[in-house]
């Protein structure tokens, strides 16, 4: 492999073919980390991009502050991911210091440990309601009517989203997240109902203040902008104030990524214990292992593939590869997860082993905001499924189930279950 590449990308080694690793990621994946850890591919957005395979390289990464994400740092011609309007553009996912300690700053307390764990049950009773719904029908989507509820009907309360401006949601999410190549103006669409959508909530919020997380983040943004900063619509000053931009696209950040991640880690989860039946009995008799087992759920079948793109603000060097300023790092999770340098037997799903150190949720700065909602979501998903639903079982052959055709993320289609 040639060792350096120019900034725009147009010189340098060939580009992996990625169709494998959308065919069957992780022996394409374990094929590419035993030639090398870092391989020239076609990123997500088509223009070349670097990725990243090996455990200690991708964990370093993640907190490498020569790293930014900020896509200003990209070189001309480099990235062209997708466009998002200004008012959805300046989130967390975007920034970098200091305007990302800024803005983290301002919503972090509403993911503690001990604020989380009082929503344990009142999520406990909506995992029992959706599974009330399917239990005499015998078999469902298990993707469609429990994953892909759970999650929404969550975030939706925690941020004070009304029940009758749920429904187009997860159509809009589907379409950012895996695009369809039938309809390409399907995500633009999506993007411009979202901020419509967005705009008009925190106008009727600004209006109706309620006792919900939104309303907390615009009482903040506006006190502050009545103290004479954080005023119109640009970015912050670092000094702890919100802008409305960055005010909607915090909302935007927090309902789609609490949405779109613990959907299809519920599902993936169901379906690992599934494949592993004698694990699945063991949560089912003593559901206390569920937390000890959601670590390794997240690290043997996580849904985020890769980390989101990073952009190098100076030549730096990766696994003896040289790396120009500006080129686009992806950060490949699935591969360091079984990247066996550093877990023993990482093909292998057992929570016994006590594996530490997935990077499902990041790692850093930008370790997942939501992380201990995300965490009860799932133990208290499968600790009611397992309950609820004793013979549990697929309703389809295994490899009749059909995956997601992107190297971003790893998720489900559907999950035909029967019981």
Known sequence: MQNTANAAGTDGPELVDTAPLIEDLYPALAKLREAGPVHRIAGTDGRPAWLVTRYEDVRRLFADPRLALDKRHAAPGNYSGFSLPPALDANLLNMDPPDHSRVRRLVVKAFTPGRVEKMREPVRR??????????????????????????IIVICDLLGVPQRDRRDFRAWSDALITPDPARPQAAKEAVGSMLRFYTELIAKKRAEPADDLLSDLIRVRDDEAGDGGGAGDGGGDGGGRLSEDELTSLAFLILLAGYENTVHLIANSVLTLLDNPAVLQELREDPSGLAAAFDELARYEGPAALGIRRFPLEDIEIGGVTIPAGETVLLSAA???????????????????????????????????????ARMEIETALAALLRRFPGLRLDVPRDQLRWRRTIRARGLISLPVAW
């Open 126 to 151: 909506v995992a029992e309601e959706l599974l009330d719904a399917i239990e005499s029908d015998g078999r469902a989507d298990l993707l469609a009517a429990y994953a892909g509820q759970l999650p």
């Open 335 to 373: 591969s360091a997860h079984r990247d066996p340098a550093h877990f023993k037997d990482p093909d292998e799903f057992n929570p016994h082993l006590g594996r530490s150190g997935h990077l499902a949720l990041g790692h850093g700065i930008h370790y997942c905001l939501g992380a201990p909602l």
